[in-house]
């Protein structure tokens, strides 16, 4: 069975940057997507962004359009979100998944459409 292992994740400053990466092994096939979430303490988890494999097609949240970046090295099998002008409201852990089977691209922000989690990293941004 495949894996997924989030790091990058620390404690910043408002306006500062991370860069979160996801790592896959393990898996016999590959996937249509990997995407980020995140969820803050007392609320729902939330899409964040999403890379489509098969087209390089990226998709992103409102709230991190401009400020947020994903990318993939395939070469290294991993999907980083580069994180800048961080605000308090980033603070989340934030998770990573692939999408192998019923795989829609305009619910890409749809958290039932992804099939394996990694265990998530802490992000905390506060002055």
């Known amino acids: 069975q495949g894996q997924l292992v989030e790091s990058g994740g620390g404690s910043v400053h408002p306006g500062g940057s991370l860069r979160l990466s996801c790592t896959t092994s393990g898996f016999s096939s590959g996937y249509y997507a990997i995407g980020w979430f995140r969820q803050a303490p007392g609320k729902e988890r939330e899409a964040v962004s999403c890379?489509?494999?098969?087209?390089?097609?990226?998709n992103y949240a409102e709230s991190v359009k401009g400020r947020f970046t994903i990318f993939r090295d395939s070469a290294e099998n991993t999907v980083y979100l580069q994180m800048s002008s961080l605000k308090p409201e980033d603070t989340a852990v934030y998770y990573c998944a692939t999408a192998h089977y019923n795989w829609w691209p305009t619910r890409w922000f749809d958290s039932h459409m992804y099939d394996y989690w990694g265990q998530g990293t802490q992000v905390t941004v506060s002055s």
């Open positions: 890379l489509s494999v098969t087209d390089g097609i990226t």
